[in-house]
């Protein structure tokens, strides 16, 4: 039988925060459903890592639309081309 791999050790990590900060952090991943505040941070960090393109701006923009989609303050294509003056797309205008 194969011998069972053992974790890796793991090394305590201090960080300075502001109570406020971590109040927020408290609450975001006890609604995730983490098990633990460590838990929840080491995968923020994890996803940072694999995903170093993924920018505070970009994040930003999705949180807008999605909020924007929550309230109803969305535009069908078609709502947009009246708008505009536009018949179609060039795709559309070939056929």
């Known amino acids: 039988m194969a011998e069972a791999e053992s974790p890796p050790d793991k090394t305590t990590v201090n960080i300075r925060m502001t109570e406020t900060f971590l109040e927020d952090i408290d609450a975001t991943w006890e609604e995730q459903g983490f098990n633990s505040r460590s838990e929840f941070i080491r995968f923020v960090l994890r996803d940072a890592l694999k995903h ?44």
């Open 52 to 95: 170093p393109e993924f920018n505070r701006a970009d994040l930003k923009a999705m949180l807008t639309s999605e909020a924007e989609i929550r309230e109803g303050r969305t535009h069908s294509s078609d709502d947009v081309k009246g708008e505009y003056g536009l018949k179609g797309t060039t795709h559309d205008s070939n056929e």
